[in-house]
């Protein structure tokens, strides 16, 4: 079975750039979730998705930061204009449904200069 | 919001046994997972309790006492391949502790 799969896995880009990850969850998995990981912390959830639908986005600065699922399958999240303070692992994950166990894609390492 | 907290950094020799402990909020939390995250690399699932007790896992266990917020992670036999950080997290918006680095020193 296929994994979570995410691209870019690395992004460099200068403060006020946009930038957008990718992310492609386990076939069948109802649920996905965008995580933001700074170096030496514990990840934090950013946005979950129900289907095509939001569930919980109270942690997603929502001035510069947006996602979305529009068919209820793959995933993208956008920063614009990004900070120096968004430098992180942007880690996408999924599960059947909201209450399971989520299974993690690599992650995508943003750098901001 | 739902705290999660953890000890920062622990270290043990080889062959030990040790014990990474959790504590949160009780409210809201219906169960408790467990990740591991080797430096650099996404988590991986290791462990979910719903029910008070412990579970075993080959040589991982974890234990939950709901009523008291409180998990541990109990790690025997330790191998230097099980230096990493480990989350306990949950709750309804999911969250996770700051990780707990631990460090197998030959």
């Known amino acids: 079975e296929a994994g979570v799969a995410q691209s870019p896995r690395y992004k460099i880009i200068e403060k006020r750039q946009s930038v957008a990850f990718w992310c492609n969850p386990i076939?069948?998995?109802?649920?996905l979730y965008w995580y933001q990981q700074i170096l030496g912390q514990g990840p934090k959830l950013l946005i979950q998705f129900q289907n095509n639908g939001v569930v919980d986005d109270s942690q997603l600065p929502k001035d510069r930061f947006s996602a979305e699922r529009l068919k209820g399958v793959d995933s993208t999240l956008k920063i614009q204009p990004a900070k120096l303070e968004d430098s992180a692992v942007y880690l996408c994950?999924?599960?059947?449904?909201?209450?399971?166990?989520?299974?993690f894609g690599p992650g995508t390492r943003l750098t901001v200069l | 919001g739902q705290n999660i907290d953890q000890p920062t950094e622990m270290t043990a020799t080889e062959g030990a046994i040790v014990q990474i402990n959790c504590t949160y909020q009780?409210?809201?939390?219906?169960?408790l997972f467990w990740y591991q995250q080797h430096a650099g690399e996404a988590p991986t699932f290791l462990s979910y309790n719903v029910l008070d007790g412990l579970e075993e896992k080959g040589r991982f266990s974890s234990f939950l006492s709901r009523s008291k917020g409180y998990s541990y992670l109990l790690l025997k036999e330790l191998q230097m391949k099980d230096s990493a950080s480990y989350l306990c997290g949950g709750g309804q918006n999911f969250v996770f502790g700051p990780g707990t680095r631990l460090s197998v020193l030959p």
């Open positions: 994950a999924s599960s059947p449904g909201p209450k399971d166990t989520q299974y």
């Open positions: 009780t409210s809201g939390f219906n169960g």
């Open positions: 076939s069948g998995h109802a649920t």
